[in-house]
Every structure is written in structure tokens, then in C-alpha cells.
């Protein structure tokens, strides 16, 4: 029996909400959210956050005994609601994928697991698929003694050439407009890019992860901004992450956001936080830093000099 979409209340007045107080504002990107910030059912989630953000990031996890992967029905009625409400999504396939695994069949089973779930959510005709390509066992976040920089290039052997075939396969089995984003976990960025410069994907910037591993987020961001389509921004504080911007200095939040708006980024600022609360104070900071931008350009037409305020 074919699942109804559930019924969605006042979508014209959420979405004049939405699109007067961008209006307002004028971002040159999208702003975006994960999809279990208001708990785990994901049609709720798309409802709630439809009046808040324009962009929603849905995110699949998978272990040995539980996955909260979508029937076909809840992903026809996110599509639907989606398209209501103008908003455009992205996914972010299970981290505990290991496409380059030491151990062959680990490679396989990572492999065949995300070519099956970028084909399930194909309806949804996301901006891309995220995925991680964990160096040592899955790690989300990077914890004392285990971010990996050139320094530690002993640990990447064989590591890129396994990664390199892997996504040579996922590409071999999927279409063409299904676009895969690799991100920076626990390691510097500068190993993914061997990925990119042959063609196999483009690049999820997670600023939060740069900053747990001490590196500049000004510096990557202008080393890779041409390739760089979605980025994940949210707060650190030591080595706790995925916190509300709000426990970041303003001035270097700002000097971030500067910095994409002169280099005229167009992609998606996903604002991974998973409560509505940190939701709601990360959107109040972006949308002050931007108002306030646009404040100053009117009264000073030369551009903002992003590189004035020497950062992480």
C-alpha cells in the first residue's frame, strides 16, 4: 500500500517566511541543516526546518544491527515536501563506510552499500553524496594523537591507490549527475586531493574537523575553494565538535564567511549542529555576519579584505 505524505501546514506562509528574510539578507549560497536536528523521523525533520533553511542534509549511518536508511515512501514524501518548499538536499552516506579498508572485503561491502544507497536516494536528485574515506578505523571526530598531517605519511600507504580504485568503482555504477563529495575527517585535506584532480569527486570542506586538527580553515578554504561545493560549519571547543557557532569568536566566524563571499562560493554552507537550539543561535551568528557585510558595503563600495585578520 503506497504511503501518503503526510500533510504539511501554512507551507505558503513558512515559505514567505524563509524567502523574506533572504530577501533580506541576500547569502550567495545556500544555508543548510542535517536532518535529525529536531530527533530522528525524517519527514518531520524535512517540515521543521523547511521555514528555517534552504538546504537539508540528510544523514545515513549504518551499523551491524541498526541503519536508519528511508523507505521508498518516506523518500517520495521528502521529495514532495522538498519541492513545496523549495528546499534542495544533499547525503551524507554512513561513516562507518570503509571503501579503503586494508581488508578486501570491508573495500567490497563499503562499495556495494554506497552505490545501493546513492541509487535509493536517486529520487530525491541530491546535490551529491558525502563520503568519508576513514585512514584508520571510523573516527568522527579527531581525538588527541589522532589527526594525521604529512607528517604522519607513513600511515597513508597503499591507503589512496585502495581509495582510488574503490571510487573508480562507485563511478563505474552510478550516473553521471549523482556527484560525490569526499570530506576531510581526521586528516589533512591535501591527501584527498590525488581524488579530485583525477575526476572521481569534488570536495565537503568541514571547517569544524580543521579546526580540532589545529589547521588553518582561511588558508584550506582559499587552497581548495574550486573544488569545494559543500562545507560544514559548526563549533569546536577543544575536542568536543558539532557545537552551536555561537562558542566561536564572531571576528573569525565572519573572516570565514568573507572569504566565501569574495570568492563568489555558491555551494552549500551546511550548519552541522543537532539540536534546534544550536540550530537556532548558528543561524542567528550567519545571519548577522552577513546583514552586517551588506551593512558595510553600502556605506564603503570598495570589497572586504577577507585576509586582514590573521585566524585559524
Not at 26 to 52: C, D, Q, T, W, Y
Not at 143 to 172: C, E
Not at 218 to 234: A, D, N, Y
Request: net charge negative.
Amino acid at each position: 500500500m503506497k504511503l501518503q505524505s503526510p500533510p504539511i501546514e501554512r507551507p505558503l506562509n513558512q515559505k514567505r517566511h524563509r524567502n523574506l528574510s533572504r530577501a533580506a539578507i541576500r547569502p550567495p549560497f545556500k544555508i543548510g541543516a542535517p536532518s535529525i536536528v529536531f530527533g530522528k523521523n525524517l519527514i518531520e525533520n524535512v517540515r521543521m526546518l523547511a521555514g528555517k533553511v534552504d538546504h537539508i542534509e540528510i544523514l545515513l549511518f549504518h551499523t551491524p544491527t541498526l541503519h536508519n536508511f528511508p523507505s521508498n515512501a518516506e523518500i517520495e514524501a521528502a521529495k514532495k515536501l522538498g519541492d513545496n518548499e523549495g528546499l534542495s538536499f544533499s547525503v551524507h552516506l554512513p561513516a562507518s563506510l570503509e571503501i579503503a579498508s586494508r581488508h578486501r572485503e570491508k573495500r567490497q561491502e563499503s562499495v556495494r552499500m554506497a552505490v545501493e544507497l546513492i541509487h535509493l536516494m536517486d529520487e530525491l536528485n541530491p546535490t551529491c553524496h558525502i563520503l568519508h574515506i576513514p585512514v584508520t578505523p571510523p573516527t568522527l571526530t579527531a581525538v588527541p594523537g589522532q589527526y594525521f598531517t604529512t607528517k604522519n605519511h607513513d600511515i597513508f600507504d597503499g591507503w589512496d591507490q585502495r581509495a582510488m580504485d574503490s571510487l573508480l568503482t562507485i563511478q563505474d555504477k552510478i550516473v553521471p549527475n549523482n556527484k560525490v563529495l569526499v570530506e576531510n575527517i581526521n586528516y589533512s585535506p591535501i591527501f584527498l586531493e590525488t581524488f579530485w584532480e583525477a575526476g572521481l569527486c569534488d570536495f565537503c570542506l568541514d571547517m569544524g574537523h580543521l579546526m580540532l586538527g589545529r589547521e588553518s580553515v582561511s588558508e584550506t578554504t582559499r587552497q581548495f575553494i574550486s573544488v569545494i561545493k559543500e562545507i560544514h560549519l559548526h563549533g569546536v571547543i577543544e575536542y568536543e565538535e558539532h557545537l552551536s557557532l555561537s562558542v566561536l569568536p564572531e571576528a573569525r566566524v565572519s573572516q570565514w564567511i568573507n572569504l566565501l563571499v569574495d570568492t563568489d562560493f555558491k555551494g552549500v554552507i551546511n550548519l552541522e549542529v543537532f539540536s534546534p537550539e544550536d540550530l537556532e543561535t548558528s543561524l542567528g551568528m550567519l545571519f548577522k555576519i552577513i546583514q552586517s557585510r551588506r551593512t558595510r558595503s553600502k556605506l564603503k563600495p570598495e570589497r572586504c579584505d577577507s585576509q586582514s585578520i590573521d585566524l585559524l
